[in-house]
Nanobody, 126 residues
Framework: QVQLIESGGGLVQAGDSLRLSCAAS????????VGWFRQAPGKDREFVAA????????GYADSVKGRFTISRNNAKNTVSLQMNSLKPEDTAVYYC???????????????????WGQGTQVTVSS
């Protein structure tokens, strides 16, 4: 069973950048699609970005398109989320998740991801 560990969160100012990383143990990422989700206080967990295992196709939430980039490094068993031009509304706990269903287009649906990390806090001040 794969275990996921997120890192790279922190406190930044609006307009700054952060790079989140998701590392896998107990399995290899090249067998999974990997997604990033986030949850702000008092809100539901929402989709941010995902990358498929087959052709590394990607998907993004409209709110982060053009600012965030998801990428994978199968050799290092990691998936990264580069976040640029951060806004206060990006403040949330960010989670990575893995979906073992083979798909070309990665899912944005929370319930389709079987494995979850513990999350990393991202706080963007105005």
């Amino acid at each position: 069973q794969v275990q996921l560990i997120e890192s790279g969160g922190g406190l930044v100012q609006a307009g700054d950048s952060l790079r989140l990383s998701c590392a896998a143990s107990g399995g290899t990422f090249n067998r999974y699609s990997v997604g990033w989700f986030r949850q702000a206080p008092g809100k539901d967990r929402e989709f941010v970005a995902a990358i498929s295992m087959i052709v590394s196709s990607t998907g993004y939430a409209d709110s982060v398109k053009g600012r965030f980039t998801i990428s994978r490094n199968n050799a290092k068993n990691t998936v990264s989320l580069q976040m640029n031009s951060l806004k206060p509304e990006d403040t949330a706990v960010y989670y990575c998740a893995a979906d073992k269903t083979p798909v070309v287009v990665p899912s944005s649906i929370l319930g389709e991801y079987e494995y979850w990390g513990q999350g990393t806090q991202v706080t963007v001040s105005s």
